[in-house]
Every structure is written in C-alpha cells, then in structure tokens.
C-alpha cells in the first residue's frame, strides 16, 4: 500500500471517530437524521465495488500458484470456452467472500464491473453453468482438489515464522450443524427443534484453521 493511499485511510478513520465521539453532543435538541435533499450522481469514469478487498485475496491465490495448480491438476473440464477450472472453482469463494449466500448470488457479482474489474476478468460464469461444473465432480475430483488445497496451504505455513510452531493449542467443541433436506436419515434433532448433525470442530488457536470430524 503506497503511503499517500495509507494517508487518506487514516484521515477518514479519524473523520469517523470524531463523529462518533460520545463525549459530543451538539445538535441533540434537534432529530439526529436531518437530510432533506438528496442529489445522487453516477460516475463516469470512476466504479466502485463493496467486495473491496476482492482484488488483494486473487492476488494471493495467483502468488501462491493456486490457479495454476487447479486449471493443471483438477481435470475437469477438456475445452476452455471461455473458462479455466479455476474460474469455476475460485469463483464459488469469492462469492462468499462479497457477500453472496447462495450460488444465485453469483449473477449479482456478474454485473459488478468493478468486481470482475478487480479480477481482471472479462466476465465470469453464471450460475447455471456453476452449478454444471459443480455436479461434474466425483468422489475422485473431490479429493484431487483437496490434495490442491493441502498443496497450498503448506505453502502458506512454510512462509511463517518459526515461532509459530514452538506450541499449538487446539481447542474442540462440539456444535449444531443444521440440514434442511428432505433425507433425515443419521440426524437427530435440538433442543429447538432443528434436524441436523453433531460434529466435533477442532480448531488450531493461532491459526484459525478449523476441522471437522
């Protein structure tokens, strides 16, 4: 981040934490929402997308190689036309990571010029043809990916201090895991009434990293 952007990020920090002082109080005689006339305008040459940081996680997933990784070792798909397997692939998280809920949500990403701005991508796929890549997958490519993953993310570790690794903590719980099919087969159901499952979630203390049995 050069030090002129670093600059206006904490100048705006300091605007916000002015107004949101609780030891000022002008203006309480009054409603505290005053707006009466509100003009919009639509930017010519200037875009904007509320996934901000969108553009800074693929640039860690194309340093890390894990583009390259997927599109050479997943093998699901034998013509590009238009898209990688790591378009589909890498497309699914980075919808969670905007915001998205579901695999619908992708079409919302789709018409963010500046979302698709911020991956360099032309377009990306729709959720229809999501939603054929994803049933493409077997038990095999499923666990091809995985070791893709597991590829990664040593890269990741081995990039850390040695400090790191002098203790690990691991904290496990259990927790509600809540299934909405129609299949109820192996669930038992809550206190509240919820159908689900119950795994045991183990997760690393300094890193974050969960797993789940």
Not at 2 to 18: D, G, L, Y
Not at 40 to 46: G, K, L, Y
Not at 142 to 170: C, H, M
């Amino acid at each position: 981040m050069s030090p002129k952007i670093r600059q206006k990020i904490e100048r705006h920090k300091r605007q916000v934490a002015r107004r949101l002082d609780k030891n000022d109080n002008r203006g309480c005689d009054r409603p505290i929402m005053t707006a009466a006339n509100i003009h919009c305008e639509i930017a010519d040459r200037t875009q904007a997308t509320a996934a901000g940081g969108i553009g800074a996680i693929h640039l860690l997933v194309r340093k890390l190689g894990l583009d390259e990784t997927i599109n050479r070792c997943l093998g699901v798909l034998k013509i590009y036309l238009p898209y990688h397997d790591s378009a589909y692939v890498l497309n699914i998280p980075y919808n969670l990571l905007a915001g998205g809920e579901c695999q619908e949500h992708l079409e919302l990403c789709r018409h963010g010029a500046a979302y698709m701005d911020a991956l360099g991508a032309r377009r990306i796929p729709d959720p229809t043809t999501a939603g054929d890549f994803c049933r493409r997958f077997d038990a095999q490519r499923i666990y091809a990916l995985q070791q893709i993953l597991n590829a990664s993310r040593q890269k990741v570790w081995r990039q850390q201090p040695a400090a790191l690794f002098e203790e690990a903590t691991i904290d496990a719980d259990g927790t509600m895991v809540e299934t909405t099919g129609k299949r109820k087969e192996g669930m038992e159901n809550n206190y509240k009434g919820q159908w689900g499952y119950h795994p045991l979630v183990h997760t690393g203390r300094r890193s974050a990293r969960r797993r789940i049995a």
